[in-house]
C-alpha cells in the first residue's frame, strides 16, 4: 500500500506544483488581509518616514542634526524610494510588504524543491502558509519581510555545487544588501564565503567576497565616515579605540526597562511558538543527524552544516540583542522572522538523510528535548490555560471540594482546594492561584508529551512487526510526530494564532488616510510641526511640513543629559530641546493617549499659547484613545 502510493505521487510530478501554486495564492490573501487589520507600529512608521525623508533628499542617513538612523541605511531607503515612485502613505508600505513577502515564499519554494524535490517543497510552502504569526509580521513594513526576502535569494542562489558563478555573484550582492539593511545578520557575510569555499574554490570565494565588499564598501562611502556611529554602538570599543569618536554622547536613557529572568524565558519560547516549524524542524533534525557516510552527496552535507551553523550564529546574536538586553526582551520572537527559513531548507536537504533509529541514550536525550519544548512553549503561551478551558477554569479547579483530611483521618465535611494549600503551606489565595496559573499549562504539555511518544512507541512497534524494514523504528516515529502535530497546530492559538498583539477592528490603512487627509486640511505646507504620536506613517501625508527629527523615535530617543546640542547632533533630545521647540512651532500632533499623561508636555499646551483644534479620527479602531489632538500655536 505505501509502495503503491509512493509511486501514484511519484508518476504526478505536476500534483505537488499545483498545490504549492496555490498555496502561494493562499499567502497573498492571507497577507493582504493581515495587512488591513493591524494598527501601525512605532518601527513601521519610522522605516517608512525616515525612508521617505533619505528618499527624498531632505535629511541624509547618520548626518549631524538629522534623523536617528538607528538602523543600517537599506532598511529604510528601500522602502524609502518604492515610495517616492508610488507615493507616500500606509497603502504603500503595505503592499510593499506584500510583494515582498510573496516573494520570499516563491524563493523559498524554489530552494526547498532544489534542495529536497516537489513534494517537500509543498510542505514547506504550506508550513509558511498554516503560520498566521510570521505572516503577520511579513504584513507590515518592519524589514522582517525584506530581511527574509533578500537572505532566501542569498540561500536560492548559492547553496549546492551546480551553482553558476552569476548566480554566486548575485548571492554576495544580495548577502552585502541583508547586512546593509541589519547589521545583526553580519555574520552571514564571513560564513558564505566560507561555505563557497567549502563547496566550490577559493576562486569563486573571491568572486563571492568581492560582490558583497562591493555592496558593503559602496554603501560605506556614501555615508562615510558618520557611519561609523553604527558600527561605535555595537562593536567593543577596547579592541576599536577609534571608534570613539563616534560614540553617542554622555546619557541617560528615559526606556530604560528591567525585564526579569522569567520574561527572558519566555521570549525564548515564544519564539518557537511562533516559529513553530522552522525551529523544531531544525531540531528535529540536529537529533536525526545521520553519520557522515549516510549522506549520499558530499554537497548536501555541505549545505546541511553551512544552514546549521548560521541557524545557530544567527539565533545566537539575536538572542543577545533581545534576551540578553533589556531595550527589547520580546522583540526575539520577530527577530526570529529574518532568519527562520533557513530551518526549512535544513529540514529540506537533510529529511532523506536522516537515522533510521536511534540508540537508547539518543532517544532518551530526543525525548527530553521535545517535552522540554512543548513545556517551555506552554510557559511561554499567557492565558492558554483560559483559552482551552475557559476563563473560569483555573479558578473552579482551586475550589473543587475535597475531603478534610487531618492526621490521615477522613474529617467530616469538605473543604476546597486551594484551602488545602493554603493551611498546609500557609501560602495565600493569590499565590496559589498565580502558581497554578504557570504549573497547570506545563504539567499538561508534559501529559500531552508522554502521549506522544507513548502512541509512537506502540505504532512503531507494529510498524517492526509488519515491516522489518520500517524507518519509524527506534524512537523516529516520536519526534515525526511531534513535528507534524505542529505543522497542524500551527494556524491555532496555541502556536501561531497566539501572535495577535497588533490585530484591530476595521481596514486600518483607510482610517490612517481618512487621518491624513484630515491633518493635510488643516496643516498648510511649510508648517513646523511637534510630534508626539506613536507611528509617524501620520507625517507621510504631509510630505511638505517640516519637523523635529529627534522626535520620531520618541521615548528611545528621549535622554537626560546637561548638553542638549550635543543631543541633538546626534539625533536625540531631551526636555530642554522640548521647551524649546515647543515655544517655536507652528503646530503640535499629540495623541489622546499621551496628552492624558499630563506631563510637562501636556501643561504648556493647557496654557493660553496655543488654541486646539477639532480632533482626528481614531488612528487605530480598536484604541479609543489613538486619535490625534491638533494644537496651534497663538501668533
Not at 252 to 261: E, H, K, M, S, Y
Not at 546 to 575: C, H, K, M, T
Request: proline fraction near 5%.
Amino acid at each position: 500500500m505505501i509502495r503503491q502510493i509512493y509511486d501514484w505521487t511519484r508518476e504526478r510530478a505536476w500534483l505537488p506544483i499545483t498545490l504549492s501554486l496555490a498555496g502561494v495564492f493562499v499567502y497573498f490573501f492571507q497577507l493582504r488581509h493581515f495587512a488591513h487589520m493591524q494598527y501601525s507600529v512605532l518601527d513601521e512608521g519610522n522605516y517608512l518616514y525616515k525612508g521617505f525623508l533619505f528618499a527624498t533628499g531632505r535629511y541624509v542617513p547618520f548626518q549631524d542634526y538629522g534623523v536617528w538612523t538607528n538602523q543600517m541605511p537599506l532598511a529604510f531607503l528601500i522602502p524609502g524610494w518604492v515610495e517616492t515612485i508610488f507615493g507616500p502613505g500606509l497603502r504603500t508600505g503595505r503592499y510593499f510588504a506584500i510583494v515582498v513577502a510573496i516573494l520570499m515564499l516563491v524563493g523559498l519554494w524554489l530552494t526547498s524543491r532544489r534542495l529536497g524535490g516537489n513534494w517537500v517543497s509543498l510542505a514547506v510552502v504550506w508550513a509558511v502558509v498554516l503560520n498566521p504569526a510570521a505572516t503577520r509580521m511579513y504584513s507590515m513594513f518592519i524589514s522582517q519581510g525584506l530581511i527574509a526576502c533578500l537572505l532566501v535569494w542569498v540561500m536560492f542562489c548559492a547553496l549546492g555545487a551546480d551553482r553558476p558563478k552569476w548566480q554566486l555573484i548575485a548571492g554576495g550582492l544580495l548577502a552585502g544588501m541583508v547586512v546593509m539593511a541589519r547589521i545583526n545578520m553580519l555574520p552571514l557575510v564571513a560564513l558564505l564565503v566560507l561555505y563557497i569555499w567549502w563547496e566550490h574554490d577559493w576562486k569563486a570565494a573571491l568572486w563571492v567576497a568581492g560582490a558583497e565588499l562591493l555592496v558593503f564598501g559602496s554603501v560605506h562611502a556614501a555615508y562615510w565616515p558618520d557611519i561609523l556611529k553604527i558600527w561605535a554602538r555595537w562593536l567593543p570599543g577596547g579592541l576599536f579605540p577609534f571608534l570613539s569618536a563616534w560614540l553617542p554622547p554622555p546619557n541617560i536613557p528615559t526606556w530604560n526597562p528591567d525585564a526579569p529572568l522569567a520574561f527572558r524565558i519566555a521570549s525564548f519560547f515564544l519564539a518557537f511558538r511562533f516559529h513553530f516549524v522552522a525551529l523544531a524542524g531544525a531540531v528535529v533534525a540536529w537529533l536525526l543527524w545521520p553519520r557522515r557516510s549516510a549522506w549520499k552527496a558530499e554537497s548536501r552535507f555541505r549545505v546541511a552544516v553551512f544552514l546549521s551553523v548560521l541557524l545557530l550564529t544567527l539565533m545566537a546574536l539575536h538572542a543577545w540583542a533581545a534576551l540578553g538586553n533589556d531595550y527589547c526582551v520580546f522583540c526575539f520572537p520577530t527577530y526570529t522572522a529574518f532568519y527562520s527559513s533557513l530551518g526549512l531548507l535544513l529540514v529540506s536537504v537533510s529529511w532523506s538523510h536522516w537515522r533510521q533509529s536511534l540508540s537508547l541514550w539518543r532517544r532518551v536525550f530526543a525525548g527530553t528535548v521535545m517535552l522540554g519544548l512543548l513545556m517551555g512553549m506552554a510557559y511561554s503561551a499567557e492565558n492558554i490555560v483560559d483559552t482551552l478551558f475557559g476563563d473560569n477554569f483555573i479558578k473552579n479547579l482551586l475550589f473543587f471540594p475535597i475531603p478534610r483530611l487531618s492526621g490521615g483521618r477522613i474529617l467530616e465535611g469538605q473543604a476546597k482546594l486551594w484551602a488545602y494549600f493554603a493551611n498546609r503551606f500557609h501560602l495565600s489565595y493569590e499565590t496559589i492561584y498565580n502558581a497554578t496559573q504557570t504549573i497547570f499549562p506545563l504539567v499538561l504539555a508534559l501529559l500531552v508529551g508522554i502521549l506522544i511518544l507513548s502512541v509512537a512507541a506502540v505504532v512503531s512497534r507494529r510498524l517492526v512487526a509488519r515491516i522489518p524494514a520500517s524507518v519509524w523504528t527506534r524512537g523516529i516515529l516520536g519526534l515525526l510526530l511531534f513535528l507534524t502535530l505542529g505543522f497542524v497546530a500551527s494556524p491555532s492559538s496555541l502556536l501561531g494564532n497566539g501572535y495577535q498583539g497588533y490585530d484591530c477592528s476595521g481596514d486600518q490603512i483607510a482610517a490612517n488616510e481618512k487621518v491624513g487627509e484630515q491633518l493635510a486640511q488643516v496643516i498648510p505646507p511649510g508648517s513646523q510641526v511637534y510630534w508626539n504620536g506613536y507611528s509617524p506613517v501620520a507625517l507621510l501625508y504631509l510630505p511638505d511640513v517640516n519637523i523635529y527629527p529627534a522626535q520620531l523615535n520618541l521615548a528611545y530617543s528621549f535622554r537626560i543629559s546637561d548638553d542638549p546640542e550635543s543631543l541633538v547632533r546626534y539625533g536625540w533630545w531631551n526636555q530642554a530641546l522640548g521647551y524649546r521647540w515647543l515655544s517655536e512651532t507652528d503646530f503640535v500632533l499629540i495623541t489622546e493617549r499621551n496628552y492624558r499623561k499630563n506631563n510637562w508636555q501636556t501643561q504648556i499646551l493647557k496654557s493660553s499659547k496655543y488654541e486646539e483644534l477639532a480632533p482626528t479620527s481614531l488612528t487605530a479602531l480598536c484604541q479609543n484613545d489613538s486619535y490625534i489632538r491638533i494644537f496651534r500655536r497663538r501668533p
